[in-house]
């Protein structure tokens, strides 16, 4: 089974930058996708990335430009790279994987069979 655990969350400036990791087992990078969402103090969810194990990337509108999803070489960690991180990014962050690879990459997210425990991001104005 997969377990995935996400670190790299903290408090930073608007305008700073961030970089969230993804420790994934039980993850095969050549099959399904992975991808990132965030759940807002009102509790509601966005998906914001995903890539595929050929390194295929799409984001959402509201990060694209900023954020920059990708895994290192060894495809055991997932990355979010978090630039120009403005006050309405402050969520919980958390990774996400499908078995099952989209043919839209964002699905992956939204029909995630797994998530981890999450990262808190803060960003003060």
């Known amino acids: 089974q997969v377990q995935l655990v996400e670190s790299g969350g903290g408090s930073v400036q608007s305008g700073g930058s961030l970089r969230l990791s993804c420790s994934a087992s039980g993850y095969t990078a050549s099959s399904g996708c992975m991808g990132w969402f965030r759940q807002f103090p009102n509790k509601a969810r966005e998906v914001i990335a995903a890539?595929?194990?050929?390194?295929?990337?799409n984001y959402a509108d509201s990060v694209k430009g900023r954020f920059t999803i990708s895994q290192d070489n060894a495809e055991s960690t997932l990355y979010l790279q978090m630039n120009n991180l403005k006050p309405e990014d402050t969520a919980d962050y958390y990774c996400?994987?499908?078995?099952?690879?989209?043919?839209?990459?964002?699905?992956?997210?939204?029909?995630?069979?797994?998530w981890g425990q999450g990262t808190q991001v803060t960003v003060s104005s």
């Open positions: 890539i595929d194990g050929n390194g295929n990337t």
């Open positions: 996400a994987h499908s078995p099952v690879r989209y043919d839209h990459l964002l699905t992956c997210v939204v029909r995630a069979q797994y």
